[in-house]
């Protein structure tokens, strides 16, 4: 049985609500007090944690009926950035290389105190051969200053074959300013090749008055198809960075560990090379959200977020031997009632599993099989990009779709159900992609009667 919580939901979801186990649900276009506060803080009408993201839903068009195409140049998407440089004198690091591909369409400062024909470049490497089809710049916009103008030259190349071999040229274009808000940059396409390490060269700037600028820039978008990424297993030891001590331990695709000084516990699932997770301070109770690569080195890279604060950069070395944590007492990785899973997969704009979903389904299979809990909801929870409705009612076709699964499997189908929640509910901002890629979710509620 499946249900969309609005307005009605199954028995079991409803006898829920009504125990004060799952938060009662409202309408996709019901306001929290916070994201009414943000509205009239704001002057337009976008949410807080509804706001939007993504080309086609952006602006004063429409929403669209269906889910945006998958951006693969996000670090949500497993894209990692492993080189940056600039002709300029004052050299980006790590967190302007990842604002480059972190999904929000805002601009940021890109390199300052340089001259006209500055060039900027940032190399990426992807999980997997892919071709892309689109490229895009959103939200290119003049800062009114006359110290500083967005970028001019965008190329983008591509390689199969390392960092150290030659890149080919797959998309170029001149950008001018935006009109209005919500607007989008294609750029040409040159060629459509397979490729895994993708450079994207900035240079100079729209509106250059003074010989020294500040240049900005906003996000490369692309779009296209990439081949299935295999499973990462090296979320297993400990890292240290400024600010980050980690601990995890990996079973299949899940994840246990601990983190900071007060060893905070953490869960999550791993979805090609991408851990995401959740972790609460163990003496705060102040709640957190992982999404991590491991890169060439070992090392773990990416970004967290506390409180709900902006994601920000997240990144460590191997520890040194003899590096301690408070993880003596984690829990074995497993899946079962309770569970956050970000590792289900669907096709594009469909609930049909991929092949990748299977050793996710299989191990929350096993966990539920063992569970003594009488009834079992399977929630299913989306980003904010799309129509309301059309959310709702895929979150809803999804969450069924692992029911199905998990009764082929063995579960009783009468003790288990499905209810599609949609972009109610978020566990973190739709700003960027990484806490998009939060919220698409699979919850586990279990109850024993």
């Avoid at 009605?8 to 938060?23: E, H, W, Y």
Wanted: with cysteine; hydrophobic share 40%.
């Amino acid at each position: 049985m499946v249900s969309m919580v609005r307005p009605s939901t199954g028995r079991f979801a409803n006898d829920l609500v009504q125990k004060g186990k799952i938060p009662a649900p409202r309408h996709p276009t019901q306001k929290t007090p916070g994201e009414e506060l943000m509205t009239k803080r704001s002057g337009h009408a976008i949410p807080v944690l509804a706001a939007c993201a993504t080309i086609a839903a952006i602006g004063s068009a429409p929403a669209q009926e269906t889910a945006s195409r998958t951006d693969f140049l996000t670090l949500a998407q497993g894209a990692l950035p492993i080189s940056w440089s600039t002709t300029g004198p004052r050299q980006p690091g790590n967190d302007i290389a990842l604002a480059v591909v972190d999904g929000n369409h805002g601009g940021f400062s890109l390199v300052g105190l340089a001259d006209a024909e500055t060039a900027t470049e940032f190399v990426f490497e992807l999980p997997a051969l892919t071709s892309f089809d689109r490229f895009a710049v959103p939200e290119i916009h003049e800062t009114p200053s006359p110290s500083q103008t967005f970028s001019r030259i965008v190329e983008i190349y591509g390689s199969a074959d390392g960092l150290d071999a030659d890149f080919e040229l797959i998309a170029q274009g001149e950008l001018a300013t935006h009109a209005e808000r919500g607007l989008v940059t294609d750029l040409d396409i040159v060629a459509s090749p397979a490729v895994r390490w993708v450079k994207v060269r900035l240079v100079g700037g729209i509106d250059v008055q003074r010989e020294q600028m500040y240049y900005e820039f906003s996000e490369i978008i692309g779009n296209g198809e990439q081949e299935t990424v295999p499973l990462s297993e090296g979320f297993n030891g400990i890292w240290r960075g400024r600010g980050v001590l980690v601990e995890l331990k990996q079973v299949g695709p899940t994840v246990t560990g601990c983190y900071g000084a007060s060893g905070g516990l953490l869960s999550g699932t791993v979805s090609g090379n991408v851990l995401r997770a959740r972790g609460e301070d163990m003496t705060s109770g102040v709640e957190s959200l992982f999404v991590l690569l491991l890169d060439g080195e070992g090392g773990i890279s990416g970004v967290s977020s506390s409180n709900g604060a902006p994601f920000r950069l997240y990144a460590g070395g191997i520890a040194p031997d003899g590096t301690t944590t408070r993880c003596t007492e984690t829990p074995e990785p497993e899946l079962g009632c309770g569970s956050v899973i970000h590792g289900i997969n669907f096709d594009f704009d469909s609930a049909d599993l991929r092949a990748d979903a299977a050793p996710v389904l299989e191990q929350l299979y096993d966990g539920l099989a063992a569970d003594a809990a009488a009834r079992i909801l399977i929630e299913g929870h989306t980003s904010s990009e799309g129509a309301d409705d059309y959310n709702l009612a895929l979150s809803g076709r999804r969450a069924q779709s692992v029911v199905d699964d998990l009764v082929r499997r063995g579960i009783s189908a009468d003790r288990i159900e499905a209810a599609g929640i949609g972009e109610v509910r978020p566990i973190a901002t739709n700003d960027d992609e990484s806490g998009r890629a939060m919220n698409r979710r699979v919850e586990v509620v279990c109850a024993e009667s």
